[in-house]
């Protein structure tokens, strides 16, 4: 069977469902893959219900239905096949819908997974999407939604764009007539709401010597380049704004900068990806940007607003999403202030810091990928920190960059292996992974992460 048999099979299974309650995690990926599938399943006439899990672990199994719907876990489950298994769910009540490594289980649940098969650059989102697109040709409208996740869960830092299949559904929300393409793009964050100057200080990957974590450097960048940074009004311009020729001046003298420092151009450009419908200058308008407002959301446990936004809602509560994405940012910036205010311990391979009950899980990693830029950027950065619901355990995040990954560093495989050793469980990817670990076992555990990622570059 291949992935093409398996969307297939999962349409057959949602259409002979009576019900469906849809089980979906809370981060960018976990919210459009929630919003897609909810969105098939009721044109399909299907009465589906959604439900929101911080991660699919005992404490939260209790959020699975008790009833006879299918439940169709998205961006979770193929990991947790036991937990599923515990609690008694058979093969014919569960479809898993999922690009996380599955974990072997006795039970074959039905799964749509692109990792078995190479498709290792699609998120669920993406796995979401092809299902909805098998249910009915129409849902292409959905595509841009399935960029959205696939862009908030990394499949496109690594290649500086997507690909394989995630490229396919570039090509539909392109056709569609809601997504437009911009080839070779200026590599940064914020590009269609943040000032130039701003979005060039804040960018890491690469680093400009020089600009990068230097705003006063970035605006003395621009100004020596005769860039005009405010429009007649006074209101400063974003990246969006410039002209064709404007870009071409910066991005010119950015390469020059690099070149002089010895540093590589090849990330300098990235493809990135502008939803038409949408209005300028929103943070709904670039898919990055659109994601940062969806992890806003799921962080600050309200990803059913994330969810209304994927699905048109533009009125009361995109303001809702709006200021959740702004209490967010604000809190990132304390969290960061914190990290940097307070300092890091340094291992020979690692850098790390626990902040104790001072922030929430839902956004230390969040927090330590900010600071890594600021801190050691050739360590990875693990931040933990207790959980106020269960004071036994506690919440790992690691952030490391393309630099490292590049170099051998797989923080998925690292923690995975780490927190499995202490009766813990962790996952995500090279760049970016968390795990939860037993209290007690927190000092030996951050000298086996330290010993793993030695060997990981031997």
């Given amino acids: 069977m291949g992935f093409s ?11 002979n469902a009576e019900t469906v309650s849809v089980i979906s995690h809370i981060d960018a990926d976990g919210i459009t893959s929630e919003a897609i599938v909810r969105t098939a399943i009721a044109r399909a006439g299907v009465p589906v219900t959604s439900h929101f899990v911080r991660q699919l672990e005992p404490l939260t199994m209790k959020a699975v239905p008790e009833d006879d719907s299918l439940k169709v876990f998205v961006d979770l489950g193929a990991g947790q096949q036991n937990l599923l298994e515990e609690r008694g ?50 849902n292409i409208d959905l595509a841009k939604i399935a960029i959205v996740g696939n862009v ?42 943040r000032p130039v100057h701003v979005c ?46 404007e870009k071409k001046t910066i991005t010119s003298a950015l390469v020059q900068q690099l070149l002089a420092n010895g540093e590589s151009v090849d990330r300098l450009f990235a493809e990135s990806y502008l939803f038409v419908d949408e209005s300028e200058r929103s943070p709904l308008r670039n898919a990055s940007e659109f994601a940062t407002l969806l992890n806003a959301c799921g962080r600050w446990a309200k990803p059913r607003i994330g969810s209304s936004v994927c699905c048109g809602d533009r009125g009361t509560v995109y303001r809702e999403a709006e200021y959740m994405l702004n209490n967010h940012r604000t809190i990132i910036r304390e969290l960061l202030q914190f990290i940097l ?8 391979h690692l850098q790390f810091l626990h902040v104790r009950d001072r922030y929430p899980d839902t956004i230390i990693g969040i927090g330590a990928g900010m600071a890594l830029g600021k801190l050691n950027w050739r360590k990875p950065i693990l931040i933990m920190c207790t959980l106020p619901e269960d004071p036994s355990m506690t919440k790992v995040s690691m952030r490391t960059n393309e630099w ?31 795990a939860f670990i037993p209290r007690e076992a927190e000092e030996v555990f951050v000298n086996r992460v330290n010993e793993l990622l030695r060997d990981q570059l031997a």
């Fill in 89 to 138: 769910l058979s093969k014919e009540e569960v479809l898993i819908l999922d690009h996380h490594v599955a974990q072997p289980c006795e039970i074959p649940y039905q799964q749509v997974n692109g990792v078995p098969y190479g498709h290792t650059k699609l998120s669920a989102a993406g796995v979401a999407y092809f299902v909805a697109k098998a249910l009915d040709p129409e």
């Fill in 5 to 15: 048999e398996e969307v297939r099979g999962a349409v057959e299974t949602i259409r």
């Fill in 200 to 245: 060039l200080s804040y960018n890491d990957d690469p680093r400009i010597p020089g600009i990068t974590n230097d705003m006063r450097g970035a605006e003395r960048f621009l100004s020596k380049l005769e860039i005009t940074p405010k429009t007649a009004d006074g209101r400063y311009r974003v990246w969006e704004e410039l002209g064709r020729d």
């Fill in 404 to 434: 490292s990954v590049r170099r051998g560093v797989d923080l998925q495989a690292v923690l995975t292996a780490a927190s499995g050793e202490y009766g813990g469980g962790g996952g995500g990817h090279p760049i970016a992974a968390g």
């Fill in 152 to 193: 908030g869960d990394m499949m496109a830092r690594e290649t500086l764009g997507l690909v394989g299949l995630a490229a396919e559904i570039v090509e539909d929300g392109v056709a569609h007539g809601s997504v437009r393409v911009v080839r070779k793009d200026l590599n940064c964050y914020g590009t269609s709401t």
């Fill in 341 to 348: 205010d307070t300092g890091v311990t340094e291992l020979s």
